[in-house]
Protein backbone atom coordinates (compact mmCIF):
# COMPACT_ATOMS: atom_id res chain seq x y z
CA UNK A 1 0.00 0.00 0.00
CA UNK A 2 1.18 3.77 -0.62
CA UNK A 3 2.29 5.62 1.99
CA UNK A 4 0.76 9.06 0.79
CA UNK A 5 -2.12 8.63 -1.80
CA UNK A 6 -1.90 12.05 -3.94
CA UNK A 7 -4.13 13.31 -6.97
CA UNK A 8 -0.70 13.62 -9.09
CA UNK A 9 0.28 9.94 -7.90
CA UNK A 10 -3.32 8.41 -8.88
CA UNK A 11 -2.91 10.49 -12.31
CA UNK A 12 0.26 8.37 -12.83
CA UNK A 13 -1.13 5.30 -12.20
CA UNK A 14 -3.76 5.84 -14.12
CA UNK A 15 -1.44 6.15 -17.21
CA UNK A 16 -1.71 2.21 -17.13
CA UNK A 17 -5.19 2.19 -18.09
CA UNK A 18 -5.22 1.87 -21.88
CA UNK A 19 -8.44 3.00 -24.43
CA UNK A 20 -8.55 -0.30 -26.31
CA UNK A 21 -10.15 1.63 -29.45
CA UNK A 22 -7.40 4.03 -29.62
CA UNK A 23 -5.00 1.85 -27.66
CA UNK A 24 -3.57 5.31 -25.66
CA UNK A 25 -3.53 5.76 -22.04
CA UNK A 26 -6.65 7.92 -20.65
CA UNK A 27 -4.79 10.48 -18.94
CA UNK A 28 -2.90 11.51 -21.85
CA UNK A 29 -6.04 10.91 -23.98
CA UNK A 30 -7.60 13.86 -22.22
CA UNK A 31 -10.13 11.87 -20.22
CA UNK A 32 -9.26 12.23 -16.88
CA UNK A 33 -10.73 15.36 -15.49
CA UNK A 34 -9.91 15.90 -11.83
CA UNK A 35 -8.97 13.10 -9.04
CA UNK A 36 -9.59 13.45 -5.61
CA UNK A 37 -8.43 12.02 -2.70
CA UNK A 38 -10.17 11.65 0.56
CA UNK A 39 -8.22 11.61 4.41
CA UNK A 40 -10.04 7.73 4.62
CA UNK A 41 -7.90 7.24 0.89
CA UNK A 42 -11.40 6.96 -0.98
CA UNK A 43 -10.35 8.21 -4.41
CA UNK A 44 -12.99 10.28 -6.47
CA UNK A 45 -12.32 10.36 -10.21
CA UNK A 46 -14.08 12.53 -12.60
CA UNK A 47 -13.75 11.92 -16.56
CA UNK A 48 -14.93 11.28 -19.48
CA UNK A 49 -15.11 9.05 -22.57
CA UNK A 50 -14.31 9.71 -25.89
CA UNK A 51 -18.35 9.36 -27.27
CA UNK A 52 -21.49 9.05 -24.91
CA UNK A 53 -21.96 5.33 -27.20
CA UNK A 54 -18.38 4.11 -26.12
CA UNK A 55 -18.96 0.15 -26.39
CA UNK A 56 -15.77 -0.15 -24.12
CA UNK A 57 -16.82 2.45 -21.33
CA UNK A 58 -17.19 0.06 -18.56
CA UNK A 59 -14.46 -1.81 -19.22
CA UNK A 60 -12.25 1.46 -19.02
CA UNK A 61 -14.01 2.44 -15.81
CA UNK A 62 -13.66 -0.79 -14.04
CA UNK A 63 -9.70 -0.61 -15.27
CA UNK A 64 -9.73 2.83 -13.09
CA UNK A 65 -11.44 1.47 -10.04
CA UNK A 66 -9.28 -1.71 -10.35
CA UNK A 67 -5.44 0.01 -11.24
CA UNK A 68 -6.26 2.77 -8.15
CA UNK A 69 -7.34 0.07 -5.50
CA UNK A 70 -4.09 -1.79 -6.32
CA UNK A 71 -1.98 1.28 -5.94
CA UNK A 72 -3.45 1.83 -2.09
CA UNK A 73 -7.22 3.60 -2.73
CA UNK A 74 -9.86 2.21 0.18
CA UNK A 75 -12.65 2.61 -2.36
CA UNK A 76 -12.42 4.47 -6.01
CA UNK A 77 -15.73 5.97 -7.47
CA UNK A 78 -15.74 6.97 -11.25
CA UNK A 79 -17.90 9.73 -12.10
CA UNK A 80 -18.76 10.05 -16.01
CA UNK A 81 -19.47 13.69 -17.08
CA UNK A 82 -20.19 14.84 -20.97
CA UNK A 83 -19.46 18.50 -20.15
CA UNK A 84 -17.16 19.40 -21.53
CA UNK A 85 -17.26 16.82 -23.96
CA UNK A 86 -14.13 15.22 -25.71
CA UNK A 87 -12.12 16.11 -28.57
CA UNK A 88 -9.15 15.70 -29.76
CA UNK A 89 -7.66 19.01 -28.35
CA UNK A 90 -7.92 17.85 -24.68
CA UNK A 91 -4.81 15.40 -25.61
CA UNK A 92 -1.46 15.93 -24.58
CA UNK A 93 0.79 17.97 -27.02
CA UNK A 94 3.10 14.69 -27.05
CA UNK A 95 0.43 11.94 -28.22
CA UNK A 96 -0.88 14.71 -30.41
CA UNK A 97 2.29 14.66 -32.38
CA UNK A 98 2.86 10.52 -32.27
CA UNK A 99 -0.40 10.39 -33.66
CA UNK A 100 0.24 13.44 -36.13
CA UNK A 101 -2.01 15.44 -35.22
CA UNK A 102 0.93 17.65 -34.77
CA UNK A 103 3.92 17.85 -36.73
CA UNK A 104 7.15 16.56 -34.75
CA UNK A 105 8.86 19.55 -32.48
CA UNK A 106 12.06 19.37 -34.88
CA UNK A 107 10.19 19.45 -38.21
CA UNK A 108 10.91 22.19 -40.88
CA UNK A 109 8.34 24.76 -41.34
CA UNK A 110 6.17 23.87 -44.17
CA UNK A 111 7.58 25.68 -47.13
CA UNK A 112 5.63 28.41 -48.12
CA UNK A 113 5.77 29.79 -52.19
CA UNK A 114 4.53 33.52 -52.43
CA UNK A 115 2.71 34.42 -55.77
CA UNK A 116 2.41 37.84 -57.18
CA UNK A 117 -0.69 39.37 -56.70
CA UNK A 118 -3.07 39.47 -59.68
CA UNK A 119 -2.95 41.27 -62.76
CA UNK A 120 -5.24 43.91 -62.71
CA UNK A 121 -7.81 43.57 -64.91
CA UNK A 122 -7.54 45.26 -68.69
CA UNK A 123 -9.81 48.65 -68.72
CA UNK A 124 -11.49 48.92 -71.91
CA UNK A 125 -11.35 51.54 -74.20
CA UNK A 126 -13.25 52.82 -77.26
CA UNK A 127 -12.50 52.58 -80.66
CA UNK A 128 -10.79 56.38 -80.98
CA UNK A 129 -8.65 55.42 -77.90
CA UNK A 130 -7.82 52.31 -79.47
CA UNK A 131 -6.95 54.08 -82.62
CA UNK A 132 -5.25 57.31 -81.59
CA UNK A 133 -3.36 55.82 -78.40
CA UNK A 134 -5.66 58.31 -76.22
Not at 25 to 34: A, K
Amino acid sequence: MSETLTAEACRNYLRAVIDPEIYQNIVDLGLVYNIAVQADHSVDVTMTLTTPHCPMGPQIIENVEKTLLAHGAQAVRVHIVWDPMWTPDAMTEELKRELGILPPEDAEPPLVIETPPPMPAPQKKGLLSRLFGL
